[in-house]
Structures are given as structure tokens and as C-alpha cells.
Nanobody
């Protein structure tokens, strides 16, 4: 499967952004999907994950209540709605896919990665 992430940009603290990740190449509902991020000088880490049917999700603690992951299997797209953005959310955000049903949190569990979309939050 090929993944194309988009929607990043430069925003101010408190603003919102919605990231999208479009998939192609195989039945989208075969995949659990996830979002990861890598801030400057830091390792890439898990942000949010969603099961193949969208009924289960999980988040890293510091985005709970602010970020929402969702998917539209008819459009082969997974989204990350980010609200109340903070400067510490500045990072390159990556979407990832794994042939699995449940929510996956480990980077090693994902087989396919998008190219990343950059989010910069100014204070």
C-alpha cells in the first residue's frame, strides 16, 4: 500500500489542523492505521492508532482530549484532527499502515509509512 500524508502547515498555538493520509494499492479496510510524529532532535513516537473498522482508537497521553483519529474506508483515508495545538506539537507527522485488525502502538508493528507532513506551531 502507498500512503500520502497531507494537511500540515504553520499555525499558532490554540489553532486546529486536520491531517489526512490517503492510501492506495490494496483494500484499505485490511489495515490498522496509525499516526506518529518526530520532533526536531527526538525519536519518532506514537501519537494515535485506529482499528481497521474505526471502532477502536488509542492515543498517547499528551494528545488525549485534543487529537482525534478517524478513518473513512470508502475514501481510503485516515485523518488526525488536532485541536488546541501547542508549540510542543511541532513535528513531522507520519501515517502508517499494518495488515492487522486492532489498534497498534509500536512503530515496529507497522509495515508501510507515508512521507510525513510537517506541522509547526508558533507560540
Amino acid at each position: 500500500v502507498q500512503l500520502q500524508a497531507s494537511g500540515g502547515g504553520l499555525v499558532q498555538a490554540g489553532d486546529s489542523l486536520r491531517l489526512s493520509c490517503a492510501a492506495s494499492g490494496r483494500t484499505f479496510s485490511d489495515y490498522a492505521m496509525g499516526w506518529f510524529r518526530q520532533a526536531p532532535g527526538k525519536e519518532r513516537g506514537f501519537v494515535a492508532g485506529i482499528a481497521w473498522n474505526g471502532r477502536s482508537t488509542d492515543y498517547v497521553d499528551f494528545v488525549k482530549g485534543r487529537f482525534t483519529i478517524s478513518r473513512d474506508n470508502a475514501k481510503n483515508t485516515v485523518y488526525l484532527q488536532m485541536n488546541s495545538l501547542k508549540p510542543e506539537d511541532t513535528a513531522v507527522y507520519y501515517c502508517a499502515a499494518s495488515i492487522a485488525y486492532g489498534v497498534l502502538k509500536g512503530e515496529y508493528e507497522y509495515d508501510y509509512w507515508g512521507q510525513g507532513t510537517e506541522v509547526t506551531v508558533s507560540s
